[in-house]
Structures are given as C-alpha cells and as structure tokens.
C-alpha cells in the first residue's frame, strides 16, 4: 500500500496562492495517475486536478485557469499550485493514486481563506 503525505496547506486570503505537495513512498510510475480531490464537511469529494502516466493533466472547470497540477519524477512527488484563492477553494485537499481502479489516499491537507 502506498503511502501518499500532503504537506502545504494552511490560511490563505482570497487572492493568494500556495504550493500543496503529494510526497509518494514509491515510484510515481508505478501509477495511472495522481491528483487531488477536496471535500467540504459534510460534502462529497471532488476531482480537482489529476496528471495521468503519460504527464498528461485534467481540471476542474471551477479551478482551471487558476491551479496547476504538476510533479517531480525524482522525488516521486505531486504539487497543485493554487492561485487566485477564492472562496469557495476553501476545503480539505487530498491526494490520491490510481493503479488500475483502485484509488490510495493521503490523508487531507487543510486551504482556508483568511479574509
């Protein structure tokens, strides 16, 4: 089982960016793809950005233009660069892991805006 550790999150006023990170224990290519959902409490968790094997990307329509997903082969490491906060980004962030259709998590990383 993969372990997958999000580092990155915190307060942030609307406007603002910050730099969410996925560290893997294992080989990055060991996987379909990666990415990141957010849930609200008490809501569902949704796709927000995903990187497939081929280094090919995928957004939310709600955060395109404004996040970048992307990743480090040689630290087995995914980011989700977050711009122009709004919000509504207010959520906890969660990396996954896909090998076949079987999803691994991490545990949650908390973005809230500060205004």
């Known amino acids: 089982q993969v372990q997958l550790v999000e580092s990155g999150g915190g307060l942030v006023q609307a406007g603002g960016s910050l730099r969410l990170s996925c560290a893997a224990s294992?080989?990055?290519?060991?996987?379909?793809?990666m990415g990141w959902y957010r849930q609200a409490p008490g809501g569902q968790r949704g796709l927000v950005a995903t990187i497939n094997v081929g280094g090919n990307t995928a957004y939310a329509d709600s955060v395109k233009d404004r996040f970048a997903i992307s990743r480090d082969n040689d630290k087995n490491t995914v980011f989700l660069q977050v711009n122009r906060l709004k919000q509504e980004d207010t959520d906890v962030y969660y990396c996954?892991?896909?090998?076949?259709?079987?999803?691994?998590w991490g545990q949650g990383t908390q973005v809230t805006d500060s205004s």
């Open positions: 996954y892991a896909r090998l076949l259709n079987r999803n691994s």
């Open positions: 294992e080989n990055i290519f060991t996987f379909n793809a």
